[in-house]
């Protein structure tokens, strides 16, 4: 299977090191193209296989699966030259565009996927979402493996993407808002400030880990088991919702919609 990445910037350059870290499939099968050439160096000098190129259609043009990972104003000047259609798959990154959108820069005919991970893409850890039109049951399996190499991935109909992506995109921010929220609290208890970060991102760490897991996990119930009668945990929670948490979080996800 060969992949290639148009637009090397943040996205498409995550997207690159993801793959050819992962094991779905070789560097050697992975193209990327770019207008410029310092982030293309760079790719290469990480991954001598990976073929890099200031060319689009050079890149694309004996590709399974075209990956478009540049600015939303700016995929109808990269796709249209390029005259996509089946049986290559078309992949875009670009948030907002639909597959209407799309279908009048290639083949409306031809397989699409829109996809949307997030900056913990970065890292290997985004919660990526994707949505499929004309799409066969086998060639969504091999784009989510793909994008399963970089985190986890969840198929999803492309009128949940608004909702979805307020939870996984947006959410990453509300998230780490609570952890500098937290940190800002432990100070004023006397504890340093990286260490105060340390403590909760592991914390947040090994949340997660509960949930994701254990199947049959729910977050009341894990939060149950540290709210003892009369303890410290149980105080704080009341707290929290005395002072609208819930609500408040609520409000900003549904606020981006």
């Excluded at 637009?7 to 193209?33: F, K, P, T």
């Excluded at 995109?169 to 990286?194: D, N, T």
């Excluded at 592991?202 to 996990?217: D, Y």
Aim: overall charge negative.
């Amino acid at each position: 299977m060969k992949v290639a990445i148009i637009g090397a910037g943040n996205m498409g350059g995550a997207i690159a090191r993801g793959l050819a870290n992962g094991h779905y499939i070789q560097a050697q099968e992975i193209s990327v193209s770019n207008p410029s050439a310092g982030k293309l160096n760079a790719l290469k000098a990480e991954f001598p296989a990976i073929h890099v190129t200031h060319s689009n259609k050079e890149a694309a043009e004996d590709a399974d699966i075209i990956i478009i990972a540049v600015k939303p104003w700016k995929v109808e000047e990269v796709l249209k030259p390029l005259r996509l259609r089946g049986p290559q798959i078309l992949v875009s990154v670009a948030a907002g565009l639909t597959f209407e959108d799309l279908a009048h820069f290639v083949d409306p005919e031809m397989p699409m996927f829109r996809v949307i991970p997030n900056t913990a893409i970065s890292e290997g850890a985004s919660m990526t979402l994707i949505a499929a039109r004309n799409a066969s049951e086998e060639q969504t399996t091999s784009l989510t493996a793909l994008f399963n190499e970089m985190g986890r991935s969840m198929l999803i109909e492309e009128k949940q993407f608004a909702a979805a992506t307020s939870l996984t995109s947006c959410g990453i921010a509300y998230v780490l808002k609570y952890v500098q929220a937290a940190m800002q609290a432990g100070v004023e208890l006397g504890i340093k400030p990286h260490d105060a970060q340390t403590m909760l991102a592991q914390t947040l760490e090994g949340a997660a880990k509960l949930l994701l897991n254990n199947e049959n996990a729910h977050p009341a119930t894990e939060i149950e088991k540290v709210t003892t009668p009369g303890g410290i945990t149980i105080k704080g929670i009341n707290s929290l919702e005395h002072d609208g948490f819930t609500s408040a979080v609520i409000h900003a996800i549904k606020a981006t919609l």
